[in-house]
């Protein structure tokens, strides 16, 4: 997904309005105000920010020390349309990027899968050097490989993970997992039977690899209002749901 632009310009064009996005964004909000409640200065940064929607939500939320990097020079020209501090970054080099600056959180959604169990140990420790005291690390990421379909390919997922994944990186990276939930638990199924639909014809060569998209696009006010009720509710009913085609996760230092 890095060199296509035209994923990050889908992402850009949906990122403040579709279910998915707008529900992950709230989440990284409720944990932020939960440890730093009615701080607006608390530092943030979005590691592999994308096209920036999250630290745009933040933005309009309040906050404002906000920074942010990518990989992707794709990435880094969407975020700096919405007039954001983003600047290239490499997941690899954590410790590259503004090495003198420390932050009060720092969030990386659906970006550690592209790095290998050792590189992603190693983005973890240097995640840690640069917190803050009492600072946190919050991380969403593509969640068990039964869910993997033409999205995965399109954004260039060659895997998925499950919590015992990430309770191994932490163990052996000085964090603790202080919260964690899969979602969307109550869409779960039909995620799953379309998915596997899709390997099945990816299978029978009625897909062809070369040609996917990602799933990132509205599907309209109606049935997106739908999808955000059902999910907003869901986030309510259950604190920490067991299954879902993503994993969120709140970190803290030992």
Request: with cysteine; glycine share 8%; aromatic share 12%.
């Amino acid at each position: 997904m890095i060199d296509n632009r035209e994923e990050y310009q889908r992402m850009f064009d949906v990122e403040s309005k579709l279910w998915w996005y707008q529900l992950l964004h709230r989440r990284v909000l409720k944990h932020i105000r939960k440890q730093f409640a009615g701080i607006s200065t608390v530092k943030i940064l979005d590691a592999a920010c994308g096209t920036g929607g999250l630290l745009m939500f933040l933005k309009q939320k309040g906050y404002q020390n906000l920074t942010g990097f990518d990989y992707s020079a794709h990435a880094v020209e969407f975020s700096k349309e919405r007039g954001l501090d983003v600047s290239f970054g490499d997941l690899r080099k954590v410790n590259d990027f503004r090495p003198n600056e420390t932050f009060d959180i720092i969030s990386c959604n659906d970006a550690l899968y592209f790095l290998t169990d050792h590189e992603i140990k190693e983005a973890l420790t240097a995640f840690g050097k640069r917190l803050n005291p009492g600072g946190k690390v919050i991380i969403n990421i593509h969640a068990f490989e039964a869910f993997s379909g033409t999205h995965d390919l399109a954004v260039g997922s060659s895997r998925r993970f499950s919590l015992s994944d990430f309770k191994g990186y932490t163990k052996e990276t000085g964090f603790k997992i202080t919260f964690t939930t899969y979602w969307p638990f109550a869409l779960s199924i039909p995620i799953l039977l379309v998915r596997q639909w899709q390997r099945f014809q990816i299978r029978r060569k009625n897909i062809q690899v070369s040609d996917v998209d990602s799933d990132v696009s509205y599907p309209g006010d109606i049935v997106n209002n739908i999808l955000l009720g059902i999910t907003a509710a869901e986030e309510k009913i259950f604190r920490s749901a067991p299954f879902g085609s993503s994993l969120f996760m709140v970190l803290e230092a030992n």
